[in-house]
C-alpha cells in the first residue's frame, strides 16, 4: 500500500533561517510526489511536484524539493524563512501505484518566529 | 482556487439531520474528487468520480453518499450526521495526464453537534 511520511507535525524556524520539512514515501515504483501549502482557513494550493523530469524541483514563493530514490524521500526546504511561510504544509504521492489516487501525509505546521 | 467551488463554507447540524455539500468546477475535467481533514490525519479520500456517471468508495466512504449530477457537479450527501463527521470537507478534481496535480475548493467546516 502506497503511504507518505511526515516526520514533525509541527517545526518552528526563525524568521530567516533554512526551512526543512521532511517528507518520506513507500513505492515500488517511483510515483509523481507533491507539496501542497495550506493557510487558515484556505484550500490546499501546489507548491511544487515531481513528475519523473529532474529530480530537483523548485516551487513558488522560493521552495524547492528534491527527489532522492534512494532515500525514498521528497524534503521540501527553503533558503530564508519568511512570517507569510507560516502554514500547514502536506506531502501527497499519486501514480501507477496508486491507481492515479492522492494520498496526504498528516502534515506539518510551520510557525515562523520573529 | 482553480475554479473549484464549494458550498456552503460553514455548516452546523444536530446529530441524525441531513445534508448536501455541493461541489461545481468549470475546468471541464473528468475525475472529481471528496476528502476530508482532520487534525493529524492529513486528507483522506472519501468517495471520488472519474467520470460523468461513475462513483468509487474511497478510504473512508461510511456514512456518506454522493452524486455525479453532471460534468460540472459532485455532490456530498451525510443522510444521518454523527459527531465523528465533524471535519472539513474539500473537494477536488484531478488534473493531466496521470492525474498530476490536484485543485481544491475551498472547503466546507461542517460541526456536528
Known amino acids: 500500500a502506497q503511504s507518505v511520511t511526515q516526520l514533525g507535525s509541527h517545526v518552528s524556524v526563525s524568521e530567516g533561517a533554512l526551512v526543512l520539512l521532511r517528507c518520506n514515501y513507500s513505492?515500488?515504483?517511483?510515483?509523481?510526489l507533491f507539496w501542497y501549502v495550506q493557510y487558515p482557513n484556505q484550500g490546499l494550493q501546489l507548491l511544487l511536484k515531481y513528475t519523473s523530469a529532474a529530480t530537483l524541483v523548485k516551487g513558488i514563493n522560493g521552495f524547492e524539493a528534491e527527489f532522492k530514490k534512494s532515500e525514498t524521500s521528497f524534503h521540501l526546504t527553503k533558503p530564508s524563512a519568511h512570517m507569510s511561510d507560516a502554514a500547514e504544509y502536506f506531502c501527497?504521492?499519486?501514480?501507477?501505484?496508486?491507481?492515479?489516487?492522492?494520498?496526504f501525509g498528516t502534515g506539518t505546521s510551520l510557525t515562523v518566529i520573529p | 482556487n482553480a475554479g473549484v467551488t464549494q458550498t456552503p463554507k460553514f455548516q452546523v447540524l444536530k446529530t441524525g439531520q441531513s445534508m448536501t455539500l455541493q461541489c461545481a468546477q468549470d475546468m471541464n475535467h473528468n475525475s472529481m474528487y471528496w476528502y476530508r481533514q482532520d487534525p493529524g490525519m492529513g486528507l483522506r479520500l472519501i468517495y471520488y468520480s472519474a467520470s460523468e456517471g461513475t462513483t468509487d468508495k474511497g478510504e473512508v466512504p461510511n456514512g456518506y453518499n454522493v452524486s455525479r449530477l453532471n460534468k460540472r457537479e459532485f455532490s456530498l450527501r451525510l443522510e444521518s450526521a454523527a459527531p465523528s463527521q465533524t471535519s472539513v470537507y474539500f473537494c477536488?478534481?484531478?488534473?493531466?495526464?496521470?492525474?498530476?496535480?490536484?485543485?481544491f475548493g475551498q472547503g466546507t467546516r461542517l460541526t456536528v453537534v
Open positions: 501527497a504521492v499519486s501514480g501507477l501505484n496508486t491507481g492515479n489516487q492522492f494520498y
Open positions: 477536488a478534481i484531478h488534473v493531466g495526464l496521470m492525474n498530476t496535480e490536484a485543485f
Open positions: 513505492s515500488s515504483v517511483p510515483p509523481y
